[in-house]
């Protein structure tokens, strides 16, 4: 076999992204043992770092070792006990990720729907949980198939009015789209680092608030090969997952440091690293420099004279969806674009699938000179595919974007 050579993409799609040169790099540091005071001082920083990402205090704040969705599994599968309500607001292909993953939990799940392209009112959610009473709200942010981002500001002072745990899955948005775990009252909130924040897929950062954690603690069984007579069982069942049980890794992360995997030590320097970035440069600017090269990205797409998907006002800053025109091989566009100028975009799922193209400005990449090639080459590969547009439009509406900010 050859040497490992991947050709130099620019991933301009919903991600993955390509990362930060300074993770890459951390990635590349040679491992530690697990209990080195070393180790075990930057799991701790780790989780200092992450309590300023989510902006919380939330003193279980760490990471699940496996890519985003790992986080949803421990998040989910620690909280919801057989026949538990649980209720998912769908509003693309994640909301029925969160479903799929609640029922395999053994949950009794109702969904209310909007269709893809728009969210949902508080009133619509606030409705939906008086008729069913859930113990969890578990929603999307934002929904990467669709482009929308959810609101969620109001919707916790009403999950506590109704005593109901919320949770969020913000894998795509965080870093690049405002997130208030404690201000908007989350119970528990899942991440992956594969967006905004400028990593690879593999690590799930996870926050949980006392309640969540109390609420988990009940279920605490040790397991029997690291036991000892001060581990008593707690009083509710015990979790349907050894890898994705959340008080036994809250143990490990914690002071006992009681042994459950081996920690995924190259990730967890790149979770560090990603924090650290983010923190550098600062969240607000992070978040800003998102809305401004999603912004040109978006005015840049008008100009190839491509249509905006989605409800705009609740669009996320790091993703932009646009139909793909008619008269036009989406696939082909997307093949010619990879294989003559080594740039991706993403097509969707579901009822968006060969509808919309997605086009990504976040992490590493939300950057004036990727938003500019990515809209001169896939003007030149619309243009010669037959599409109408008025050449040089798209980077003009870019540049006034920039000239503008
Ligand atoms: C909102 C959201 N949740 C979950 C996931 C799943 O992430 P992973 O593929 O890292 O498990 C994604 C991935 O695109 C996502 O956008």
């Known amino acids: 076999m ?14 993955p992204i390509n990362c930060y040169p300074r993770v890459l790099s951390a990635m590349s540091t040679q491992l530690i043992g697990q209990y080195d005071p070393v180790m075990t001082g930057y799991m701790n ?3 200092q770092l992450y309590r300023q990402v989510f902006n919380t205090e939330n003193t279980a704040t760490l990471l699940i070792d496996g890519t985003s969705r790992a986080g949803i599994e421990a998040v989910l599968v620690s ?23 609640a029922e395999r939990a053994g949950a009794e799940v109702h969904t209310i729907e909007v269709p893809w392209g728009q969210v949902f009112s508080p009133d619509q959610v606030e409705d939906a949980i008086k008729k069913i009473r859930p113990k969890v709200l578990a929603m999307v942010q934002g929904d990467t198939s669709t482009t929308m981002l959810q609101p969620l500001q109001q919707l916790g002072e009403i999950c506590r009015r109704y005593d109901v745990l919320f949770y969020s899955d913000a894998t795509a948005s965080i870093g690049g789209n405002p997130f208030e775990t404690d201000q908007w009252q989350l119970d528990a909130v899942s991440v992956g680092l594969q967006k905004c924040l400028g990593g690879p897929s593999g690590s799930a950062p996870i926050t949980l608030s006392e309640r969540y954690v109390e609420l988990v603690r009940k279920r605490h069984h040790v397991e029997a090969g690291i036991r000892s007579e001060h581990h008593e069982n707690g009083s509710a069942s ?21 042994n459950h995997h081996t920690e995924a030590t190259s990730m967890l320097y790149c979770a560090r690293e990603c924090a650290i970035n983010l923190l550098e440069e600062g969240q607000a600017n992070c978040i800003a420099r998102h809305a401004l090269h999603g912004n040109a990205m978006a005015q840049g797409a008008s100009g190839l004279n491509l249509r905006l998907f989605g409800d705009q006002k609740h669009k996320m800053n790091n993703v932009v969806g646009v139909y793909i025109p008619e008269n036009v091989n989406g696939e082909q566009i997307r093949s010619q674009l990879l294989n003559d100028f080594n740039i991706e975009i993403g097509t969707s799922f579901g009822p968006l699938h060969g509808k919309i193209w997605r086009l990504g400005t976040m992490g590493y990449n939300a950057r004036k000179d990727a938003v500019l090639h990515t809209l001169q080459s896939l003007e030149t590969v619309l243009r010669r595919a037959g599409h109408k547009l008025s050449p040089g439009e798209a980077i003009d509406n870019a540049l006034e974007v920039y000239q503008s900010a």
């Open 45 to 47: 920083e780790v989780m």
């Open 2 to 15: 050859k040497r490992l050579n991947p050709p130099p993409r620019l991933l301009m799609g919903p991600g």
């Open 238 to 258: 015990r979790i349907r997952s050894n890898y994705f049980d959340i008080p036994m890794i809250l143990d490990y992360w914690g002071e006992e440091r009681l």
């Open 79 to 101: 909280c919801i006990e057989p026949g538990d309500k649980v209720l998912v607001p769908v509003f693309g292909r994640f909301g029925h990720l969160l479903q799929e993953i």
